[in-house]
């Protein structure tokens, strides 16, 4: 007798909502499972770390964003939760006017008959947005919404529409993981992530496996989608894949589990359905964890560029919440392989009281502490001559006997020489290890990421602090973030060094943060 499937059907209150927008607002007016959440939330807000202008979901844990899709004039965020009553991955949902300003909503995505609802993407449709994701147990599940808010969703099939398992029993010549879909002449097309043994000695690579199918519930395979992929690591797996086009070419988003979230840059052989890669970039710059960057979730925007929102790991035990999401970051293209990153969204609506200060000299080797900047939930915009200082720094969330502190560093042509043309890269770095004094703040080796300037090009530092996390976007050519836990009411100075030599701030300008939840 075929054994009986296990009952996953989820223990969190499931409501169906109405098909226009005025219903829907009334009926989550008086919803009990978010007016919880809104509780929950109020309950937290005076934690010291849990940040106000990035978004944290309102109640348990937190991992992958999924889904970052725009609909209807609203933007639309989903993440693996973790209800009180049922831990297993559902999906949560927020949706924002601005890609700043998140409002909560029920969960979206319940499991069962998977049971757990994984990672995916979302394809909007003209009259439907389609969210394709990994259930376990199962394999890959699609669901379609329609109505306003993207509150109610139907499985199509009511099952895994890509097994996990073939029906013969014979082994897949493909992995069933973390799917992406998207459409092109009338064809619907989805990767699903893993690895091959192909590497060296027979270990594994990163590997994508394409898909297809004419109505979403069947589904033929294709073959390996990725070509000339030469600059992955041996060990690296293609999980949480988002490929959208990005100016006149395309970017395959995805993380890896050993060496955190990446992209690879090339073009869409749409004759053999191959992309053909030509340039690669990391998000991390370091291990995932502790406090590090993670998975990406990503859309294309209208004027060709992509938005992506990344998690961010903890590193210190917080009650009854963990990770948060980064700010939204706008990648744009620029000549044939170079990517631009800025912060995407109304991230100036939260700008209050403003400092400014001006042309600061920075002698060689002492500290300049600028007296009237600082606080814990700040944005700084700082421009700096950096001369021919060896380094250049910029510390944040500094107490006055630099007990704590969290230091980012700018080494100018430290980094790597391009052959090709003979130039040296920039480095940019934060360093954490000095960021807590308490004893389960866990540290972690300084976050640093390359950067090319030119030789006569000042450096320009946007920085955002946030309670327990410090994102650093570099002459709007770079990003790194990392999360710190400042255990003292007093670190919230800022300061600036030139080592060596003596280096110029020219400019630095410093708002004081609004809370998003307010």
């Given at each position: 007798m075929a054994d009986e499937r296990p009952d996953y059907t989820s223990r969190v209150p499931h409501h169906t909502f109405s098909t226009t927008l005025e219903a829907q607002e009334a009926e989550l007016a008086t919803n009990p499972l978010l007016k919880r959440m809104n509780d929950v939330r109020d309950g937290m807000a005076d934690d010291p770390h849990r940040p106000i202008y990035h978004y944290v979901n309102p109640e348990g844990g937190l991992n992958d964003p999924n889904g970052l899709c725009f609909w209807q004039d609203r933007w639309h965020m989903f993440y693996q939760a973790y209800p009180p009553e049922d831990t297993r991955q559902h999906w949560g949902h927020c949706i924002s006017d601005d890609l700043i300003h998140w409002r909560d909503l029920p969960y979206a995505i319940y499991p069962d008959p998977e049971e757990c609802c994984f990672s995916g993407s979302a394809l909007v449709e003209e009259d439907r947005v389609i969210a394709m994701y990994h259930g376990t147990k199962v394999g890959n599940m699609v669901a379609t919404s329609d109505d306003p808010l993207l509150l109610n969703w139907d499985k199509v099939t009511g099952e895994a529409v890509i097994p996990s398992k073939s029906a013969t029993g014979f082994p897949l010549p493909y992995n069933v993981f973390d799917p992406c879909i998207w459409s092109k002449d009338g064809v619907y097309y989805s990767l699903s992530a893993g690895v091959q043994r192909t590497g060296p000695s027979g270990k594994r690579v990163r590997a994508n496996f394409l898909l297809r199918s004419m109505d979403l519930a069947t589904w033929e395979y294709v073959h390996e989608f990725v070509e000339d992929d030469r600059f992955t690591l041996v060990g690296d797996d293609g999980a949480c894949p988002y490929f959208w086009p990005i100016g006149d070419r395309h970017m395959l988003l995805f993380f890896s589990h050993m060496s955190g979230g990446q992209y690879l840059l090339g073009d869409y052989d749409t004759d053999r359905d191959k992309f053909v890669v030509t340039a690669h970039g990391n998000f991390n710059h370091g291990s995932v964890g502790p406090a590090g960057v993670h998975a990406p979730s990503a859309t294309p925007d209208a004027d060709g560029s992509i938005i992506v929102i990344f998690n961010m790991n903890p590193a210190m035990r917080t009650e009854g919440w963990n990770q948060i999401m980064t700010l939204?970051?706008?990648?744009?293209?620029?000549?044939?392989?170079?990517?631009?990153?800025?912060?995407?969204?109304d991230v100036e609506s939260l700008r209050g009281e403003h400092r400014r200060v001006e042309s600061v000299a920075l002698p060689a080797n002492q500290e300049v502490l600028l007296d009237d900047i600082g606080g814990n939930a700040v944005e700084i915009v700082a421009e700096i001559d950096t001369g021919n200082a060896s380094a250049v720094e910029l510390d944040v969330l500094r107490s006055p006997g630099k007990e704590e502190v969290t230091r980012i560093i700018f080494y100018r042509k430290r980094g790597l020489r391009n052959p090709e043309n003979g130039q040296h890269s920039s480095?940019?770095?934060?360093?954490?290890?000095?960021?807590?004094?308490?004893?389960?703040?866990?540290?972690?080796?300084?976050?640093?990421?390359?950067?090319?300037?030119?030789?006569?090009?000042?450096?320009?530092?946007?920085?955002?602090?946030?309670?327990?996390?410090?994102?650093v976007f570099v002459n709007g050519k770079q990003c790194l973030g990392l999360r710190v836990?400042?255990?003292?009411?007093?670190?919230?100075?800022?300061?600036?060094?030139?080592?060596?030599?003596?280096?110029?701030?020219?400019?630095?300008?410093?708002?004081?943060?609004?809370?998003?939840?307010?």
């Open positions: 939204p970051r706008r990648l744009t293209l620029s000549g044939d392989e170079d990517i631009l990153v800025e912060p995407a969204g480095l940019v770095t934060i360093d954490s290890t000095h960021s807590s004094c308490l004893p389960d703040a866990r540290c972690r080796a300084p976050e640093t990421a390359p950067v090319l300037l030119e030789d006569d090009e000042p450096l320009s530092l946007r920085v955002f602090v946030d309670k327990s996390v410090v994102e836990y400042p255990g003292r009411d007093d670190s919230v100075g800022v300061s600036l060094r030139s080592q060596g030599r003596d280096a110029t701030l020219t400019s630095l300008d410093a708002w004081q943060m609004a809370d998003i939840y307010a």
